[in-house]
């Protein structure tokens, strides 16, 4: 654990489905997963593949309104962090979604290396997959109509 960068990564449960926890064992000394108390299990395969990290793995429910709670919750435990640890450790943020890059870059800004780091299934989605997409879900229409609706005034 020694030769281990120092990194923490913060990450909700779903996003935490999506990880290799081989690769993350190596990758930081720290894992706080954010989950909704409301979700009634987890399979036990997560548990015990989360739990191989010993005291290296915290748990904190969370609450998940329409993501928000999440971003708010990160948010008070990514400001904790920044007061109580050494500015040499490094945040690692594991989630798809760019409306936390404003808090990164804040984060950045006051001198702690802080980066969102996207799944592997969102960095698939690059933007020929996404152009490949928009073409099948086009062809679903027929000859003439749109696969956009029109806006309607209301009257």
């Not at 960068?5 to 779903?14: A, C, H, I, L, N």
């Not at 290799?20 to 930081?28: N, P, Q, S, W």
């Not at 928000?68 to 979604?97: C, I, K, P, W, Y």
Request: hydrophobic content about 35%; aromatic content about 8%.
């Amino acid at each position: 654990m020694s030769n281990l960068p120092k990194r923490y990564v913060f990450s909700d449960y779903e996003s935490l489905l999506k990880v290799d926890f081989a690769k993350l064992r190596k990758v930081c000394n720290k894992v706080f997963i954010l989950v909704d108390p409301e979700i009634d299990s987890i399979p036990v395969e997560v548990v015990i593949q989360a739990q191989s990290l010993g005291k290296r793995v915290k748990w904190i429910a969370a609450e998940d309104e329409a993501e928000t709670g999440f971003h708010h919750h990160l948010s008070f435990l990514l400001g904790q962090m920044h007061e109580r640890t050494e500015s040499n450790v490094e945040f690692a943020v594991l989630s798809d979604s760019d409306s936390l890059d404003t808090l990164i870059h804040f984060i950045n800004e006051d001198g702690r290396s802080c980066l969102r780091v996207k799944t592997q299934a969102a960095q698939e989605e690059g933007p020929e997959n996404i152009q490949e997409l928009r073409k099948k879900s086009e062809s679903n229409f027929n000859e003439g109509e749109s696969a956009i609706s029109p806006i309607r005034s209301i009257k």
